[in-house]
């Protein structure tokens, strides 16, 4: 038996994907609650205004499992800004610093695309991941430290390219 | 540690004249190898809280029946050794009867219904089954190539037990003459594999003087069945 193909989520996916809740990967009054947020931009540098996010991280414990949901979704909007709510993933399997799997979707993507999201305050030197990406590309694997949480931005093509995984 | 069977050779390029959305996004570096670690063999577990009364039942609309033919979708959530995937959510979204989209940028002369709003989820039972009640969707064009039409189709999202196995796709229906003319259905290289995405008319499961029915399994990449050294990069 072999697998079913992906398709494109397509210029629609607001009709049946976004969820209220989405961006809240913990609930508002969570103490400790950072938001972490960014722009989709695409190969000419103009925003993807149909894209959709999403993200899947460890508690601060570097746990997953029941108590803590560790997903977000949020779609972006015309300026191609996305945003989740959430709590700082804890170091996991004890060599993988901090990080967040990211899934980008959109019209014009025939499969998603996979990121991750490391901490520029976090020791991250070590981690096996981001050793296995050439040095000068690791730099857009990294939130930079904002107002209130974490700025990350994707390019999914240009000179800026963000380093994509295969899974 | 678990890994996830390589199944980039089912999957579209991300690069595909014919869809030419795809110029100036998809990535052009080569894609990065991340072994399957912890977070990579986990995946967000969704209970029926995620769900409202009837939202497996798209017919249902706020004045009343949505316009159209009734069908059931139905089928189930496997992995490739056919294990089942059960308890996990799936998605869905449509067109209407006419082809049209309930969203701002779709414009084309084709009426709305005001019962429908073309979304649906459900969470697989324990044998992985899903069913969906809904309104067959109509064919409609689109501003790729001269004369383009999409064939028709439903959007599925689902989860499965890993984030590697995470997967968005859509179910065609049997027959379908637009194929041929379809980028995203032949961006799926392999024929075998693009007719993966067709469902099947289903006679069995149709409903006297109610709904036809349409079955549509969906298979998730499962784990490799003897460990193997993590690729280095």
Not at chain 1, 105 to 118: D, P, Q, S
Not at chain 2, 19 to 24: C, F, H, I, N, V
Not at chain 2, 87 to 103: D, F, K, P, S
Request: hydrophobic fraction near 35%; proline fraction near 10%.
């Amino acid at each position: 038996m072999s697998t079913t193909p992906s398709q494109t989520v397509g210029p629609y996916l607001a009709i049946g994907l976004p969820w209220p809740d989405g961006p809240d990967v913990v609930p508002p009054d969570t103490p400790g609650r950072i938001r972490i947020h960014g722009r989709v931009f695409d190969g000419a540098g103009d925003p993807i205004g149909d894209a959709m996010i999403e993200t899947w991280q460890a508690d601060p414990d570097g746990k997953f499992g029941p108590g803590f949901r560790g997903f977000g979704r949020c779609p972006t909007d015309a300026e191609g800004a996305w945003e989740i709510f959430t709590l700082k993933p804890g170091r996991v399997d004890g060599e993988q610093a901090p990080h967040i799997d990211v899934s980008v979707f959109a019209r014009g993507m025939l499969n998603r695309t996979v990121t991750r999201i490391y901490f520029a305050d976090e020791d991250n030197a070590g981690d096996p991941v981001l050793e296995s990406v050439p040095e000068a590309r690791r730099a857009t694997l990294i939130a930079q430290p904002a107002d209130d949480g974490y700025e990350f931005d994707v390019h999914v093509q240009g000179e800026r390219e963000t380093v994509f995984f295969k899974v | 540690m678990t890994r996830f069977r390589d199944d980039a050779e089912v999957h579209p390029p991300m690069d595909y004249a014919g869809y030419k959305s795809t110029a100036l996004r998809h990535p052009k570096e080569p894609l990065i190898i991340l072994p399957h670690r912890l977070t990579e063999v986990t995946a967000p577990v969704f209970g029926e809280d995620r769900l409202r009364e009837y939202d497996n039942d798209l017919t249902r609309g706020p004045q009343g029946e949505a316009i159209g033919q009734r069908i059931i979708v139905h089928g189930h959530v496997k992995e490739d050794d056919g294990r089942p995937v059960p308890n996990t959510l799936v998605e869905i979204w449509q067109a209407n009867a006419g082809g049209r989209y309930r969203h701002a940028v779709d414009q084309w002369p084709s009426p709305l219904d005001p019962n429908f709003t073309g979304a649906g989820r459900t969470i697989t039972d324990d044998k992985g089954y899903f069913r969906f009640l809904t309104i067959r969707p109509g064919a409609y064009p689109w501003r790729n190539h001269p004369n383009a039409w999409r064939p028709a189709h439903i959007h599925f999202s689902l989860f499965g037990r890993a984030f590697t196995q995470r997967l968005v796709t859509q179910m065609y229906f049997p027959d379908d003459p637009l194929f041929f003319q379809d980028p995203m259905y032949n961006s799926v290289r392999d024929e075998r594999a693009a007719k993966r995405m067709v469902s099947a008319f289903d006679y069995e499961s149709t409903e006297d003087h109610w709904a036809l029915a349409y079955r549509w399994d969906i298979v998730l990449r499962g784990e490799e069945a003897t460990p193997t050294e993590e690729p280095h990069a």
